[in-house]
């Protein structure tokens, strides 16, 4: 019986993280890979999703802009779990972006540099797939309010895989703590959410937890995850998680 990404995104509301995952490495086999930002919830998910797919695809954005903790973190989950994370660069070195616009564009117009240094590179990444995985969290921030657990993403012309979505920030850090997930030290030194080191600071108590993105430009989306266009009639084959 074949049945439509409609539908899935219905049914797929009612599985747990392991059987979201399970439907998308059997559906999606080699054109599906893992995206993480190296943060707790990209750790979560990655461990979650090795335990079941020890061969699984792994990538994340190297702006070349991260802090020396997010590099390390790096090595020592390459090391941990025997993979390889493949790391997405820019066209433009740091070097060649500062002669096309000019010295640090993130404090003049953190879009272009987001977009320069993340966005297109994902896009000719997703590109290559069918598919991919990531670790947004509904609570996170409004546009990630209506994220399903699986999806059509209209913006990179995909399905997107949100295994994670329903969780909280307390089910994430239990699951880390619990399984031993290495996981960036900066998150102990209050910093929630991690990205580049020009744009990204220490929060103060009572503060948001993305408040130290992008401080001061109101700005909590990098433009990865901005809500997707409206679904096609995808055709998919459910395998077994369904019934």
Known sequence: MMTSLEQIKVVAESWNAEQV?????????????????????GMVLLDIAWRINPDLKVFTGDTEFLFPETYDLMDRVEERYGIRIERIFS???PEEQEGAFGPKLWARDPDRCCNLRKVE???RKLA?????VTAIRRTQTP???GARKVDWDGKFNLVKVNPLADWTREMIWNYALKHGVPYNPLHDRNYPSIGCTHCTRPVKPGEDPRAGRWSGFGKTECGLHTPAAPSPLVQLTPVGAEE
Do not use: C
């Open 128 to 132: 290559t797939l069918d598919a991919w």
């Open 91 to 93: 066209d433009l070195t």
């Open 143 to 145: 546009e990630r309010a």
């Open 121 to 123: 590179p994902l896009r």
């Open 21 to 41: 995952l399970s439907w998308a490495f059997a559906k999606y086999g080699e054109n599906i890979a893992v995206a993480t930002g190296m943060g707790v919830e």
